[in-house]
C-alpha cells in the first residue's frame, strides 16, 4: 500500500535543511506498508537499537540501552489483535510519552520557535492550505496534511481502523523527524533519532513498545498481507 504525498514541495524553502528535510520527506514517501518485509529480522532489530542509541545521546533517562525484542508473525487479524493490545496497555505510551519529550527537549535546548520558522518555510507568495507543511492558526502553526494518501476504506471497517490508527502515531514519527532537523539544520541525518524509525517500518517491520525495554515487532506473512 503506497500513495503520494499531499505535500507542495515546491512552495517550501527549508534552507540549510533542505537535504536532511527532503530526504526525509523522500524515504517517508516510499514506504510500502503492510507488506511482508524484504530483510531479516536481524536488520529491523538493529534499526530499532540505532533509534534507541541515538535517542540516549539526548534523553538517557527515557530510553534504555538494554532491550528485549521479541518477534511477532501474522495476518491482519493478528495485526489488529497487536494494535487493540497495545492501545489496552495504558501503563506506557511510547509515542506520547518519550518520543514526544525528546523532541520537547531537543527545542528547548536549541530555544526553538516552530511559530516563528514556519511562515519562513514558504517561498514568498505561495499560499496557505493543506499541501503546505505547516499552517499558520492563532499564535501558534498546526501541520499540514502532509500524507501520503492511502485508502483504507479499501481494507474493510475493523481492518481499516487499525491500520490508520498505527499509520497516523507512524505518520506523526516523521513529523517528529523532520521538526528535527529544522530545529538543527545543519545536524547530519545520522544524529536524526527519528529517521530509524521510518527505515524500520520501510523494512516491514512495525514496532509495538510496552514497557522502556519490551518491544514486539510485527510482520506480516507472506500469504497474508
Known sequence: MKGPLNLDRARHNFGVAAPAVLQILAEWEAIDWFVPPQVS????ESLLHEHQSVARLHLREQFSGRLTIRHRTGGWSDFVASCAEVRRHTEYDWK??????LLFRHRERHQFSLAELAPKLLVPGAAYDDRCLFI????TVVWGHIGPLLDFRSLG???AEAA???FMYARGDTMQSIEWQLVEPS???SLNPFLPLLRLYASG???FAYSPTEFTLFRFAASDS
Open 205 to 207: 517491520y512495525y514496532p
Open 136 to 139: 499558520p492558526f492563532r499564535n
Open 164 to 166: 490508520e490508527f498505527y
Open 96 to 101: 506520547l510519552g518519550p518520543l514526544k519529550d
Open 41 to 44: 529480522g536481524s536488520i529491523a
Open 187 to 189: 545536524a547530519p541525518v
Open 157 to 159: 471497517s475493523t481492518v
